[in-house]
């Protein structure tokens, strides 16, 4: 079945840098779009990034862009989500998740499979 388990959350400080990662398993990578969210407590889940595996096509929300990069290495199925210049209000649970179409998307509702989340805090 398809699996997806984050990793690389932690705390930072303000202007710090974080490499999250989403090992993927049970599905064809390269065929689907794998999206980033996040969810701070008390808030709506928010899309944050997306990439095609197909050819390394990305998305970027505004309040991210510039700060963060996503990449892809399908021989290890895993997709990265670099953060830097991380600010407080990057603070959230991040989650990766999958959805099988090349349309780039970040809109939680359209993905149909979820990572358990790992949590980031940028605090000083």
């Known amino acids: 079945q398809v699996q997806l388990v984050e990793s690389g959350g932690g705390l930072v400080q303000p202007g710090g840098s974080l490499r999250l990662s989403c090992a993927a398993s049970?599905?064809?990578?390269?065929?689907?779009?794998i999206g980033w969210f996040r969810q701070a407590p008390g808030k709506e889940r928010e899309g944050v990034s997306c990439?095609?595996?197909?050819?390394?096509?990305?998305y970027y929300a505004d309040s991210v862009k510039g700060r963060f990069t996503s990449s892809r290495d399908n021989a290890k199925n895993t997709v990265y989500l670099q953060m830097n210049g991380l600010k407080p209000e990057d603070t959230a649970v991040y989650y990766c998740a999958t959805r099988r179409s090349a349309i780039l998307s970040v809109i939680p509702s359209r993905y149909d499979y979820w990572g358990q989340g790992t949590q980031v805090t940028v605090s000083s």
């Open positions: 049970g599905f064809a990578f390269g065929d689907y779009t």
């Open positions: 990439i095609r595996t197909s050819d390394g096509s990305t």
